[in-house]
């Protein structure tokens, strides 16, 4: 428990910091995130005899990512996007090369790594650019993450006085929906206190978004859970001791960030 705490206190200030120390900071710090993470994920699937390309997988995840930073800093157009076709399509040629039983399936979890991992990340990169396409504005991501982290504590907090509900028992046994409305909540709340700040987006708006990262959080946990289940293992790798891996960490922005980036942008926009 001690070491849990003190993972926890020291990797929430360097999070809090890379939002902080500007847009490169924040661009440096969650493409190493998204990384590590797609590493994860590959040394997971590879526990059921899956070989996935993980070498063109970091390259391409790099450089999606780092198109996705290049369009808000640089004002790339999209259609250099289409750089990235070729080596995508490099992965169907590697497969032709080495001798394995299920080709389809070593191809297929490697773009199940980019769907999975990195574009969720790249959607929550982008968040701190939708204000302004070009300039970094640290209160969406400091936002996103207050309200996941909200309700994360709510869930637990409630889940543990009140729950008895069980809400995804063959996933997560210990899920209740007390926790659930729990969470909530206290988004909900952390909501109402974000908008008292952060005047630019009225607090209905902050709501909206605050309900859907607990919805499409709660499922991004339960997606990773039943990853984790198949496969037989507790977590998703050691990165931060007490806690698991990056990917037990992020499970729930994994689901809840494409969601909250186009609700957002619909409204913005």
Aim: charged content about 15%; aromatic content about 20%.
């Amino acid at each position: 428990m001690k070491t849990r705490a003190i993972t926890a206190f020291f990797f929430t200030i360097v999070m809090l910091g890379s939002i902080f120390l500007g847009g490169y900071t924040f661009t440096g710090f969650y493409l190493i995130l998204s990384i590590i993470a797609l590493f994860e994920f590959f040394k997971l699937v590879k526990i059921s005899g899956i070989r996935p390309h993980r070498n063109i997988a970091v390259v391409v995840a790099t450089l999606i990512f780092l198109m996705t930073a290049g369009y808000h800093y640089l004002q790339f157009e999209t259609k250099y996007m289409l750089l990235i076709v070729p080596l995508l399509f490099s992965v169907f040629i590697s497969e032709l090369y080495k001798k394995n039983k299920i080709p389809f399936a070593n191809i297929s979890y490697t773009f199940v790594g980019f769907v999975y991992v990195t574009v969720p990340f790249c959607f929550f990169y982008s968040l701190g650019f939708l204000a302004d396409t070009y300039e970094y504005s640290f209160h969406l991501p400091l936002a996103f993450l207050l309200m996941l982290w909200a309700s994360d504590t709510g869930a637990y907090l409630f889940g543990v006085k009140f729950g008895k509900t069980r809400l995804f028992e063959r996933h997560s046994p210990k899920k209740s929906w007390e926790g659930f409305f729990g969470g909530m909540f206290t988004s909900v709340l952390a909501a109402y206190l974000i908008s008292i700040y952060f005047i630019e987006i009225s607090f209905s708006v902050w709501a909206g978004m605050a309900a859907l990262i607990v919805i499409f959080g709660t499922l991004g946990d339960l997606v990773e859970s039943m990853l984790k289940r198949s496969l037989d293992v507790k977590d998703s790798g050691s990165f931060l001791p007490g806690h698991g891996g990056i990917l037990d960490r992020f499970d729930g922005l994994l689901i809840a960030a494409p969601v909250v980036y186009t609700y957002l942008y619909l409204i913005i926009n």
